[in-house]
Each structure stands twice: as C-alpha cells, then as structure tokens.
C-alpha cells in the first residue's frame, strides 16, 4: 500500500500511453473510464458491482453532494467512501460545471459563483477555496481544481477571460490545497478551441505544478471533429509524466479517440444514463432495446459479452422490463454499459502495451455496423 500519489507510465503507442497510478486507495490502471457516482451513488448499481465492472475509481460531485446530503454532514459520517461503500478511489469534480449546467440565479464574479440551488432555491456560494475545502470533507483522492467551463461557441475574447480567470482560480485552489501527502489535486487546461490560449493555459498550470492535469472545456457542444481537432495539439503542452484527464467524454469512440491522442483519463454518465434510457452500447453499435423489434429475440445483446445481462437474459426480456418499466431493466442494462466500456479500455490497455494499438483501433471501427442493430 502506498502513502503517496505516483503515476508510472508502462508503455506508449503514438501518442497513446499505458500506465499505472499509485494511490493510498489503491491502483487505477489507464488509460481509466471512470463511472460517475453523482449523488454518492453510480445510479442503479451497487458498488460490489461496479468494482466487477473492472472500475479501478469513481466520480463524485462536489455541486449535488454539498447540496445533499451536504459535505459536512458527510464528514460527519466518515467521509464519502465510507458513506457510500466504496474504498477504492475517488475524483470530484470541483463543481463550477455543475453551477453552470444545472444552478439557477448565477452570479459569477473574481470571488466564485454565487447561485441558487436546483433542488430547494437556497442560495449558496462556491469559491476555489470552498471547493477545496468541499473536496476535503469529502475525502476525494483526486481533487480538482475549480475552475470555469465558457459554453461553446464563444468569440475569442470570452474564452481567453474566462481561461485567464480559471488560471488565477487554480493558483488559489493550489494554495487552498496545501500539502496533502497520498492526496492529489488536478489543474484543469481551458482556452476553448484556441490553439493559443490552451498553450497559454498549459504553461501557466505548469508554472504552479499540478499531480495531474485535465482538458477541461470540451464536450460542451463543439462536435467530435472540433474536440479531437483540439486534442490534436491540446494535451502535447501538458507534462509526459503526470496523468491527463478528459473530462465528460465520452461516446466509446470518442474515447478511443482520445486515448489515441495522449489522454490517460475520461468521465461520462453516457454508459450509466443510457442504460436507465434503453440505449445500450455494444461492438457492434447501439441496441435501442425498447424497439419492438427485439420483443420475440431469444439472443443476448452481445454474445461476445460476459456481463450478467448478455450471459442469462435474452433481448426479449430485456425488452419486455424496459417496457414494463421494472428496476431490472436499468440495473442490467447499466451493468452491461459499463462492463463493456470497461473492455474497451481493457483493450486499449492490452494494445498499447503490444506495440498493436493502431490494429486495435482498425479492428474497433470495423465490427461497428451502421445505426441500430
Ligand atoms: O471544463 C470543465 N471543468 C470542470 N468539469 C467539467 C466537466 C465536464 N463535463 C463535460 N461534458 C459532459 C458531457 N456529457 C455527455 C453525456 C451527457 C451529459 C453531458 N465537459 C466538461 C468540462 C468540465
């Protein structure tokens, strides 16, 4: 068991790298997927389940934790992993993105964002040092930095303010931070677009020193093209030695395509949403399981597939608990979603350490049919 926080790179393909980071919580192998457990719960799973998903770590949300059941009375109760019954690590997010996604009645000025809570109207305030001292209450291993997420499109003149106030607000959550040995915390790159200004943000995050570094600012709306049009250039100016971070992403060939391009972790409630929502995604594309084409299918989602779902249970009655409307169905589902994103960094974590990863990526596209299967 390690009291510190280390990242060792294993092996690189391209840009593509393979590694492993050390926690006092225990290892995450990478390049990560990691489930996101907003309300201290990856909704619709236990948490036995979804360690047998093969999640090394997990994410939690400082803006609807702080909300509820709030930080404090979490830190009460012995932190978040003992809360929720999840001993491995996990990440929060810093909750500036839930503000804006979610909140109402914003006010965002050089102090934080004030707002209003969705769930009851209270207002409350988020600063850098009280995401800080959130994430602390909480317990999260990784901590990241708060920081302000520009919706896209933007001119360039908002994204370059909004980066330069996220870059001051980094320097602050540094000094929030401290020093907290087997703890780390994240600076998040911003700059939109702009090839400029995401070097001018990675340069200025590398000049306060970071455990880890995440690409903030995409998934937003910009499209897969623009995004890896951006991770073309975006990850090359942050430090080889120390993990980078996607955030939000993504759609399992965004994914790919990000590890392709030198990210090491990602987040996205795709996999978790979609199976409460009937979409289930396999290699061979998406099952929309709640078309009546499936109602008489004695066959699996996916033979190829080991998850309880695919291995007792046929398209049919998969069908028939999402029409009924039965808390099986998104139990299973979920399961299944997150099983298979969890083999496809499997795969990428294999490949890249075989020196085989462009065949991989060749073989991953080829098996997705067109549209609905
Ligand atoms: O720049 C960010 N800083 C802090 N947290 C973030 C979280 C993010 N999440 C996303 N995208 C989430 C996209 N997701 C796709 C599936 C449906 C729900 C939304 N971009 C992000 C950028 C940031």
């Known amino acids: 068991m390690t009291e510190r926080f280390s990242f060792e790179l294993k092996a690189t393909d391209g840009k593509a790298r393979t590694g492993v980071i050390n926690t006092p919580r225990g290892e995450i192998r990478t390049p990560a997927f990691m489930p996101v457990g907003t309300a201290a719960t990856v909704k619709a799973m236990m948490p036995e389940s979804v360690r047998a998903t093969g999640a090394d770590i997990l994410l939690g949300n400082t803006y609807h934790l702080m909300l509820r059941p709030t930080a404090e009375r979490i830190d009460r109760l012995g932190g978040l992993h003992k809360f929720m019954n999840w001993d491995r690590p996990i990440l929060t997010d810093s909750g500036g993105f839930q503000v804006m996604s979610l909140a109402g009645l914003r006010k965002l000025t050089e102090k934080g964002v004030t707002f209003k809570s969705h769930i009851d109207g209270s207002k409350h305030e988020l600063t850098p040092e009280r995401s800080m001292e959130i994430q602390k209450l909480l317990g999260s291993d990784i901590v990241m930095c708060f920081d302000e997420c520009p919706a896209l499109p933007a001119d360039r003149d908002r994204i370059a303010e909004s980066m330069r106030l996220s870059m001051r607000w980094a320097a602050r959550s540094k000094e929030a931070f401290g020093d907290r040995p087997g703890h780390a915390l994240f600076g998040i790159q911003q700059g939109g677009l702009e090839a400029d200004f995401r070097e001018e943000s990675a340069e200025a995050l590398k000049e306060i020193g970071f455990d880890g570094y995440a690409v903030g600012g995409l998934a937003v709306g910009e499209g897969q093209e623009a995004m890896f049009g951006c991770l073309d250039h975006a990850p090359d100016h942050l430090p080889k030695d120390k993990p980078r971070y996607l955030m939000g992403v993504g759609k399992p ?9 030198g990210i090491d972790m990602m987040d996205c409630v795709l996999p978790s949403r979609s199976g409460r929502t009937g ?58 979603n997150l099983h298979y994103f969890q083999e496809i960094m499997q795969g990428m974590r294999d490949a890249i350490g075989a020196g085989t990863f462009e065949d991989w990526q060749a073989e991953f596209h080829a098996q997705r049919a067109q549209g609905d299967i």
Request: proline letters at 4%.
């Open 253 to 261: 060939d965004d994914i790919v395509g990000a590890v392709a391009r």
């Open 279 to 336: 979409q289930v995604f396999t290699r061979r594309g998406v099952v929309n399981i709640k078309n009546a084409r499936h109602a008489d299918d004695p066959r699996p989602l996916d033979e190829a597939c080991s998850c309880p779902a695919c291995s007792n249970y046929s398209r049919a009655y998969l069908h028939h608990v999402y029409r009924s409307n039965e808390m099986i169905s998104g139990m299973l589902l979920t399961w299944h």
